[in-house]
Each structure stands twice: as C-alpha cells, then as structure tokens.
C-alpha cells in the first residue's frame, strides 16, 4: 500500500554512466516533485510536473532529464554521471495547488 | 534568494520532556509552513502544517507556533518519546501566486536520551 515508490532503493555506478531512477504514485495526485538531499541533509526541488507538464525546472545540470509517462509516474534519467550527483534522491507528490507533499523513501545514489 | 533556516542543528532532550524546535523564514510573503520528520534511512514525513492566518495549531503531541512579525515557528513536542528522534525539517510554500515549490530548512537533529 505504498503511497509514493521509488526504485532502486540504492544504486552504485560508475562515473560517465547513464542511470534512472523511477517513481509512482498511487494517490491519485496530479503533480509530482523531484528533490536532492546532500550529505548535509539538505534538500532541493530540482523539478516538478503537473499532469505530466513541466512547471518547475530549477538550475539543475542538463544531465537530469526527468520524464513522466502519464501522471501517476515521474522517472529521472541522468547522463554522464559525476562524484557529484552522489545524493539521496526524493519523488513527492501532491494534489497540486500548495498542499502538502508526499515523499518516497528516497534513492541512495553513489557514483564511485 | 529567500531561505528558511533553523537556529540549532541538534536538539537532545531527555525522554519524557518536552522538545521544541525553533525555525526562522525570511520571505514574509509565505503563508503556508510545514513541519516534516525524517527518521534514518527513510523519506520526509509531513508532521503538521500551519497558514498565516493562524498563530498556533495542534495535533496528537505536537503543536507549531508561527510569530509572523519576526518570521519565526517553532515546533513543540510534547512528552518526547525515543521513537520522536529523527530530523526535522520547517518548509514554506511560497507566497500566493508563487510557484508550486516547498524551500526547506536546514534540518535539525532531535536526539531523545534514555
């Protein structure tokens, strides 16, 4: 019965690899979130979609290609990974509008 | 830009008393905040929320006060349990009008002692 999943719960790559990430949602919301939490727990929105339109791109590496197939799933792909895309990665959802989020669990990303 | 930031970044209380987590925001257009909890290995999880049109708002054990003149809330816990040690996290959706984003704090760590 889980709200808002995410797969893999942990990836480890190589650098220069190319790697996505996927989430769904079975609350029946409209718009879903893409976060980035450091190793200082700090987290930030780096895209959200509404009925699978984009309305939220902040300045995030052209790498990142989030793709959303209908508006139960938002998937991240990311090319040529870095040292740097090592993070914990967090899809969220809500009924759109400024209502509360849902968060997944989280994908433990680490590029050696 | 705006931000919103926490004064403590680790909280330890002993069990059994009362916590209380202090979060300051700067864009004083914002009129919704939200607390989150974030237990080891897991996702934020929404605690309680508050708009601006209210000073104060309840729920089971916790209580989030919001002082819009110096752009503070504060999260309170009350009879802190081992299970309420995680980290937390103060977020404000932005003011009406504003893109559909959450600008979280920098988290505090709570830390319950037996």
């Known amino acids: 019965d889980t709200a808002v999943s995410q797969t893999p719960k942990y990836l480890v790559t190589q650098m220069g690899n190319d790697k996505s990430i996927k989430c769904e949602q079975n609350?029946?919301?409209?718009?879903m979130y893409w976060y980035k939490q450091d190793s200082k727990k700090f987290l930030k929105i780096m895209f959200s979609?509404?009925?699978?339109?984009?309305?939220i791109n902040e300045t995030v590496p052209n790498r990142f290609s989030p793709k959303s197939p209908d508006k139960a799933h938002l998937n991240l792909h990311i090319n040529s990974l870095e040292l740097g895309d090592s993070a914990v990665y967090f899809c969220?959802?809500?009924?759109?509008?400024?209502?509360?989020?849902?968060f997944g669990p989280g994908t433990r990303l680490l590029v050696l | 830009g705006e931000s919103v930031g926490l004064h403590l970044p680790t909280l330890s209380v002993q069990e059994g008393d009362n916590s209380i987590i202090n979060c300051a925001y700067s864009?004083?257009?914002?009129?919704?905040f939200i607390w989150y909890k974030q237990e080891s290995g897991k996702g934020p999880q929404f605690i309680i929320d508050?708009?601006?049109?209210?000073d104060k708002r309840q729920g089971q054990r916790v209580t989030v006060l919001l002082n819009k003149t110096v752009k503070h809330l504060s999260l309170q816990i009350a009879a802190t349990q081992p299970g309420d040690s995680a980290v937390y996290f103060c977020?404000?959706?932005?003011?009406?009008?504003?893109?559909?984003?959450?600008?979280f704090g920098s988290g505090t760590q709570l830390t319950v002692l037996p």
């Open positions: 977020a404000e959706n932005g003011a009406p009008g504003s893109a559909r984003q959450l600008t």
């Open positions: 969220a959802s809500n009924s759109g509008g400024r209502e509360t989020q849902y």
């Open positions: 508050i708009r601006s049109n209210m």
């Open positions: 979609y509404n009925n699978k339109e984009l309305i």
């Open positions: 864009n004083s257009a914002s009129d919704y």
């Open positions: 609350l029946g919301h409209d718009t």
